[in-house]
């Protein structure tokens, strides 16, 4: 059983930072974990994603250069690292998982695992 479960999420002026993470459980190293965000009125938007086993990254155009993926292997926690945010980054951020491993691009129905989320609020 996977679960998944965002935490860091808050409020920040506009080129600040902050960092968000996805404790999980119920994935193997042959596994993609994502990140995607989802703006009230809007499509749920891609943002980054990462293969567990080999350590392959892809980002969201919207975000390349400023956000940062990783995973922390000891501790089953899938890391978002956000840098410059702009007003438009506000969101609602989930982490996600797809267990047979990445796909090319990064759309939400390739995953079949979802946390919560945890609300990202940008000001400027």
């Known amino acids: 059983q996977v679960q998944l479960v965002e935490s860091g999420g808050g409020s920040v002026q506009a080129g600040g930072s902050l960092k968000l993470s996805c404790a999980a459980s119920?994935?193997?190293?042959?596994?993609?974990l994502a990140w995607f965000r989802q703006a009230p009125g809007k499509e749920r938007e891609g943002v980054a994603r990462?293969?567990?086993?080999?350590?392959?990254?892809y980002y969201g155009d919207s975000v390349k250069g400023r956000f940062t993926i990783s995973h922390d292997n000891a501790g089953n926690t899938l890391y978002l690292q956000m840098d410059s945010l702009k007003p438009e980054d506000s969101a609602m951020y989930y982490c996600?998982?797809?267990?047979?491993?990445?796909?090319?691009?990064?759309?939400?129905?390739?995953?079949?695992?979802w946390g919560q989320g945890t609300q990202v609020t940008v000001s400027s």
């Open positions: 119920g994935y193997t190293w042959r596994s993609c």
């Open positions: 996600a998982a797809r267990l047979a491993g990445c796909v090319a691009g990064l759309v939400h129905s390739d995953f079949a695992f």
């Open positions: 990462m293969y567990v086993g080999g350590g392959d990254t």
